[in-house]
């Protein structure tokens, strides 16, 4: 007895033979050209045929993969702007959650003062009072705790947006930069920073006020000669002629 065919198994073995045919005939290289798969994975033309170019012939494929490099770095600015604006709108969503929590404790605030003034001037009915307040003081604790949690993740979004704010300006310096070189020169080329502007000279010490003229001469001074001795008195007996 022998085993019945399965129509549907043959088709399908039929339909990838045909198929494997296709991509054979497809992907066959042409003649003088080496294999390969670039057409189905980036680039079509194969690298090593495109390193075997003279440096005389290069001139439009430099060109054009600095193009190629300078829309790669667009692509990946644009990707931290993108993100960027995600942050934001998490922030502008959590800011406004964080408001309505924080007019939600407000109006409890508010009840709460209300019942207590009517408590405490003997009106309605004490246990309407007392379990009003109870429910207040619940409401306001689970209120204080979804304020935290809603301010822990507002600081924390803050924070990636200022991260993102710094890293999208670095980028765009970097995108400035990469489109400011001289077209054909290689991508990991880094830009060579900008000279700082010489300082300027420091003004010349003003001369001290002195008069005109030359300097005098310094002045020695002499030392003056010594008294002479006083005269000694004279005998008392010239005294009393």
């Given at each position: ?7 549907t ?10 198929l ?29 045929l ?12 430099d ?58 001037a ?92 030359p ?25 009393k002629?």
């Amino acid at each position: 007895m022998h085993p019945k065919s399965n129509p549907t198994a043959t088709f399908a073995l039929a339909a990838l033979i045909s198929l494997g045919l296709a991509l054979g005939l497809f992907l066959a290289p042409a003649p003088g050209q080496a294999f390969s798969l670039g057409s189905l994975f980036g680039s079509r033309v194969d690298k090593q045929l495109v390193a075997q170019v003279p440096r005389d012939k290069r001139g439009d494929i430099d060109k054009a993969e600095f193009e190629n490099a300078v829309a790669g770095e667009e692509v990946a600015l644009a990707k931290l702007r993108e993100e960027l604006a995600d942050r934001q709108d998490d922030y502008a969503a959590t800011a406004t959650k964080v408001a309505k929590a924080n007019a939600t404790a407000a109006e409890l605030a508010l009840d709460t003062a209300r019942i207590d003034a009517v408590d405490a001037a003997g009106l309605g009915v004490k246990e309407d009072n007392l379990k009003l307040q109870a429910d207040l003081r619940e409401d306001r604790t689970k209120n204080e705790a979804e304020r935290i949690q809603l301010k822990g993740k507002l600081d924390q979004t803050d924070v990636f947006v200022r991260d993102l704010k710094n890293r999208v300006a670095d980028k765009e310096k970097t995108v400035a930069a990469f489109k400011a070189r001289r077209p054909g020169a290689p991508p990991s080329t880094a830009v060579a920073p900008a000279a700082a502007p010489a300082a300027a000279p420091a003004p010349a010490a003003m001369p001290s006020a002195s008069p005109k003229g030359p300097l005098p001469e310094e002045i020695v001074r002499q030392e003056l000669p010594a008294p002479p001795p006083a005269p000694a008195p004279a005998p008392e007996a010239d005294l009393k002629n």
